[in-house]
């Protein structure tokens, strides 16, 4: 999930117009945002609203044929929840230092890895260009800020038995070809789903299966979200 789409975002300056900040979150790649002014280490931060682990970031070159060299050279930093504005930076990477760019419509993918000593977890992105003495442009069409799927992995229990060959770990294990459902007919049967730790989330997507079988057997359920009691 990306949690970055639609979230606020604010700029060290001004943006050009009829491209403002905004468009870094919008989902739309056509999109694209940069300064007004030359300036040598402009930055925009996206407040993603609640702090979330996250798989990777992906940052999108513009799509119009214009000047891919615009996004080069810059640092990507995630900082801590600490309050109503920015916290300290608990990860950061410098991208593309060499001067090189990803190209017209390209796409840098930023993985945990690149900090080996942070952690790739919290509530802002901030996305600077890196000060080389230079004034420049600084663009970029959009933010990708994807989050871990708490469930993926997870152990799954179900009030009685599930048919052969489809066993309650299809639930989560990432594969949208596998399904599970109770062998026996029953009146209300049920998974439990049992992530690694508390976490807040930003949504819950159930997946019905996709081989032309029987799609109505989903459906008149309910979901809750329970706390964890000491395990």
């Known amino acids: 999930v990306n949690v970055a789409l639609g979230k606020p975002v604010s700029a060290s300056g001004d943006t050009w117009a009829g491209l403002p900040k905004e468009n870094l979150t919008d989902g739309n790649l056509t999109t694209v945002t940069h300064n007004l002014n030359l300036e040598p280490a402009f930055s925009?931060?996206?407040?993603?609203?609640?702090?979330?682990?996250?798989?990777?970031?992906?940052?999108?070159?513009?799509?119009?044929?214009?000047?891919?060299d615009r996004l080069t050279d810059y640092i990507v930093s995630v900082h801590a929840d600490e309050g109503p504005t920015i916290g300290r930076a608990v990860w950061t990477a410098n991208v593309r230092t060499n001067g090189s760019n990803s190209g017209v419509s390209g796409r840098d993918v930023l993985l945990p890895g690149l900090d080996p000593t942070g952690r790739l977890a919290g509530r802002w992105i901030k996305i600077q260009a890196r000060d080389n003495g230079t004034a420049?442009?600084?663009?970029?069409?959009?933010?990708?800020?994807?989050?871990?799927?708490?469930?993926?992995?997870?152990?799954?229990?179900?009030?009685?038995?599930?048919?052969?060959?489809?066993?309650?770990?299809?639930?989560?294990?990432?594969?949208?070809?596998?399904?599970?459902?109770?062998?026996?007919?029953?009146?209300?049967?049920?998974?439990?789903?049992?992530?690694?730790?508390?976490?807040?989330?930003s949504r819950i997507e159930l997946w019905n299966r996709n081989d032309g079988c029987c799609p109505d057997r989903l459906t008149h359920y309910r979901v809750s979200v329970h706390p964890d009691l000491s395990g």
Not at 137 to 154: C, D, K, M, P, T
Request: aromatic letters at 10%.
């Open 136 to 201: 420049r442009y600084f663009q970029i069409a959009e933010l990708r800020a994807n989050a871990v799927n708490w469930a993926s992995g997870a152990t799954v229990s179900s009030s009685g038995p599930t048919w052969p060959q489809l066993p309650a770990s299809n639930l989560t294990d990432g594969n949208l070809g596998t399904v599970s459902h109770n062998l026996d007919l029953t009146n209300a049967f049920a998974y439990q789903v049992r992530l690694t730790q508390a976490v807040a989330f």
């Open 44 to 68: 925009f931060v996206v407040d993603l609203g609640a702090t979330f682990v996250l798989n990777n970031l992906e940052l999108f070159n513009r799509t119009d044929g214009c000047c891919p």
